[in-house]
């Protein structure tokens, strides 16, 4: 009977152990009503000091309109810079925990 236990503790401390490090995808909504359509959107963790790849690729988020948009970058991390480009080359840099809001509006 002790040995039953003994593999359900260790069995339960090696899932315990597991817990942390399993990172999810963030999905947050965009919402753009700058009246500026925006071309280029980054992100990056704040801790990081460079900007990671245009999450847009060639696409546009006309102004006026919404995105999900999904984070899969294998952090367990909430708090990203942000940086946006918008059509007439204007460029906007904030911060922002996503996990906490769920959405982010560009106004």
């Known amino acids: 009977?002790?040995?039953?236990?003994?593999?359900?503790?260790?069995?339960?401390?090696?899932?315990?152990?597991?817990?942390?490090?399993?990172?999810?995808?963030?999905?947050?909504?965009?919402?753009?009503?700058?009246?500026y359509d925006l071309v280029e959107f980054y992100t990056s963790p704040v801790d990081v000091g460079d900007w990671e790849e245009d999450v847009f690729g060639t696409g546009v988020l006309p102004s006026g309109n919404s995105v999900d948009v999904t984070i899969a970058d294998g952090r367990t991390q909430c708090s990203y810079d942000l940086r946006f480009v918008f059509d007439d080359g204007d460029v906007i840099e904030d911060s922002a925990d996503l996990c906490e809001t769920g959405s982010y509006t560009i106004e």
């Open 1 to 35: 009977m002790k040995s039953v236990s003994r593999l359900v503790f260790w069995g339960a401390l090696a899932t315990l152990a597991a817990g942390p490090a399993l990172a999810q995808d963030l999905t947050f909504e965009l919402i753009n009503v700058s009246g």
